[in-house]
Nanobody, 126 residues
Framework: QVQLVDTGGGSVQAGESLRLSCVASGPKFIRGCMAWFRQAPGKEREGVAA????????NYADSVKGRFTISQDDVKTTLYLQMNTLKPEDTAMYYC???????????????????WGQGTQVTVSS
């Protein structure tokens, strides 16, 4: 059974950085999409960044391009989201997700993802 555990959230000031981690357990994930999504109160869940395993092709939402970086460790059991120059509008619950094999390009659509972490809260104050 696949289990994803998100950690690393916290409260920071605008301009600071955080790194989120997502540890996966269960059957080894050889090929497919992994992504980070976020959901602010009263808003729909939105895709932030995705990466195609094992090749490392990435896809970012326009709102985070140049500030956020998605990556995985060499063992491919931990997914990261490095968030720099955080803004108050980045405040949300962040979730990691695992999807099926897309063939190379990972979309940021919630329907493409099957397994989800429990979420970790990120709060950015001005």
């Amino acid at each position: 059974q696949v289990q994803l555990v998100d950690t690393g959230g916290g409260s920071v000031q605008a301009g600071e950085s955080l790194r989120l981690s997502c540890v996966a357990s269960g059957p080894k994930f050889i090929r497919g999409c992994m992504a980070w999504f976020r959901q602010a109160p009263g808003k729909e869940r939105e895709g932030v960044a995705a990466i195609y395993i094992p090749h490392g092709y990435t896809n970012y939402a326009d709102s985070v391009k140049g500030r956020f970086t998605i990556s995985q460790d060499d063992v491919k059991t931990t997914l990261y989201l490095q968030m720099n120059t955080l803004k108050p509008e980045d405040t949300a619950m962040y979730y990691c997700a695992r999807g099926a094999d897309s063939g190379g390009f990972c979309r940021l659509w919630t329907d493409d993802y099957i397994h989800w972490g429990q979420g970790t809260q990120v709060t950015v104050s001005s």
